[in-house]
C-alpha cells in the first residue's frame, strides 16, 4: 500500500521549535516532488515548503522562509523543521507527493497521510 506519515507535531510555546517527519511507505520518494502543507480550522490548505527530486528545486511560503527548513533523509524521509514558531502557524501539517513540475500547489499533489497537529500557544 502507497502511504505517506507525517508525525512529529505537538503543542509548543511561541518562538519554540519542532521536527516534522513525513515516512514513506511501499514507495521510495526518490522521484517524487514532496511537499508539506497545512490547515488551519475553517481555512483551506496552503502550502508551506516544497522540495523537488532532481533540481534543487525549493519553495517556502513567504510567512515562513527563515524560520523553516525542508530536508530528505534517504529514499523514504522528509523532514521538516520549523523554528521560531508563532501562534499562526498552527494548524494540520500534511504531506504529498507529486510528480511532473514542481509546482508548490495542493492540488498538485497526493498520497495524503492523516496529518499532524501543531499547536503554538502559550
Known amino acids: 500500500q502507497v502511504q505517506l506519515a507525517e508525525s512529529g507535531g505537538g503543542l509548543v510555546q511561541p518562538g519554540g521549535s519542532l521536527r516534522l517527519t513525513c515516512r514513506a511507505s511501499?514507495?521510495?520518494?526518490?522521484?517524487?516532488?514532496v511537499g508539506w502543507f497545512r490547515q488551519a480550522p475553517g481555512s483551506e490548505r496552503e502550502a508551506v515548503s516544497c522540495t523537488g527530486y532532481n533540481d534543487g528545486y525549493t519553495f517556502y511560503a513567504d510567512s515562513v522562509k527563515g524560520r523553516f527548513t525542508i530536508s530528505r533523509d534517504g529514499a523514504n524521509t522528509v523532514y521538516l523543521d520549523m523554528n521560531s514558531l508563532k501562534p499562526e502557524d498552527t494548524g494540520v501539517y500534511y504531506c504529498?507527493?507529486?510528480?511532473?513540475?514542481?509546482?508548490?500547489?495542493?492540488?498538485?499533489?497526493?498520497?495524503w497521510g492523516q496529518g499532524t497537529q501543531v499547536t503554538v500557544s502559550s
Open positions: 504529498g507527493d507529486a510528480l511532473g513540475q514542481p509546482q508548490c500547489v495542493p492540488s498538485h499533489y497526493g498520497d
Open positions: 511501499g514507495f521510495s520518494l526518490d522521484h517524487f516532488h
